[in-house]
Structures are given as structure tokens and as C-alpha cells.
């Protein structure tokens, strides 16, 4: 199965340095979601932000969404609050993989690629 591209999309420097990550540790991790095979992209959006309520308050919270072959995306992330979604906060996604639990993020999984 496939690894999907991972794009990394006007994401400001100040999220990887406020989560000691580089780029590259994020497109890394990325690559480990075990994503349905209909998605052939994740895209961390820098332009696609939501409010971060944790002790650092911004508007700058990075999000994520999975796109399938026709560019649209498609909901197989897991809300907060138990339903599935097309955006979710990129640094709840990466606390996961880095707990190593991912399906806590994610509506529909795939066996790990």
C-alpha cells in the first residue's frame, strides 16, 4: 500500500520550534497515520487554523486534512469530541503517533503500512 505524500503548507517556524520538531520529523511522523488507501495526501495547513485553547493561546494552530484522488477531502480523522472529521489540530495528531495511538486520532484506519 502506498505511503501517502505528506505537504507541509505555510506552517509558521513557531509551531516546530514550540513542538522541538523539524520539518522533517513531522513529514516522518506523518507518513506512520495508517490512512484508509483512498488517501493519497496529508496536508499540514498553516492557512487552515483553529484556536488552540492549551497554555499558549493562538490563533496559529496548524490543521490537518486527508485528501483522495480527486482533491477533496475526506473525513477520517477523529473529533475531540467522538465524531469524524475532515480537520483536526496537527499537534493532537502528532502527541498520538508520538504515544503510539494513532487510532485515537483517526475515524477509518488501515492496516499499518
Excluded: C, W
Excluded at 522541538?20 to 496529508?42: F, Q, S
Amino acid at each position: 500500500m502506498p505511503t501517502p505524500n505528506i505537504i507541509i503548507n505555510n506552517v509558521d517556524k513557531s509551531f516546530f520550534t514550540r513542538n522541538a520538531m523539524t520539518p522533517d520529523d513531522v513529514r516522518l511522523l506523518l507518513e506512520k497515520l495508517p490512512v484508509p488507501g483512498y488517501v493519497n495526501r496529508i496536508v499540514l495547513d498553516g492557512e487552515t487554523t483553529g484556536e488552540q485553547k492549551g497554555p499558549v493561546k493562538t490563533t496559529k494552530h496548524p490543521m490537518l486534512y486527508a485528501l483522495n484522488n480527486e482533491d477533496r477531502k475526506v473525513a477520517v480523522f477523529l473529533s475531540s469530541t467522538g465524531r469524524a472529521t475532515r480537520n483536526i489540530g496537527a499537534k493532537r495528531v502528532l502527541k498520538a503517533i508520538l504515544e503510539d495511538e494513532p487510532k485515537s486520532v483517526l475515524m477509518v484506519s488501515a492496516p499499518t503500512r
